[in-house]
């Protein structure tokens, strides 16, 4: 059974940085199709970004382009979310989802995805 954790995240000043990653126990996910989706309170879940499993190409929600960076750290079979320049409204729970069955796409659409972490907050505040 593939069990996703996240780690990172916190609180973060106006303007700052942080940087959530996702890695699941006894899996290698550098194959997997994966996504971050946030959940803020009161709101949807979205889906932020996403990297495919075949060639690692990336997908954005049009918000965090530019500030937002998804990838793999290969060698601990890892994924990470690298976030930029973050304001209030990137003030969420973020969850990490892999989709084992698509090879030369990935999704923003919860949908896909078959496996979900817990989730983490990240907080956005002065």
């Known amino acids: 059974q593939l069990q996703l954790v996240e780690y990172g995240g916190g609180f973060v000043q106006p303007g700052g940085s942080s940087r959530i990653s996702c890695e699941a126990s006894e899996f290698n996910l550098n194959y997997y199709a994966m996504a971050w989706f946030r959940q803020a309170p009161a709101k949807e879940r979205e889906g932020v970004a996403c990297i495919s499993g075949s060639d690692n190409q990336t997908y954005y929600l049009e918000s965090v382009k530019g500030r937002f960076t998804i990838g793999r750290d290969a060698a601990k079979g890892t994924v990470y979310l690298q976030m930029d320049n973050l304001g209030p409204d990137d003030t969420a729970v973020y969850s990490c989802?892999?989709?084992?069955?698509?090879?030369?796409?990935?999704?923003?659409?919860?949908?896909?995805?078959?496996?979900w972490g817990q989730g983490i907050q990240v907080t956005v505040s002065s």
């Open positions: 989802a892999a989709d084992p069955w698509t090879t030369y796409m990935c999704y923003l659409r919860p949908s896909k995805y078959g496996y």
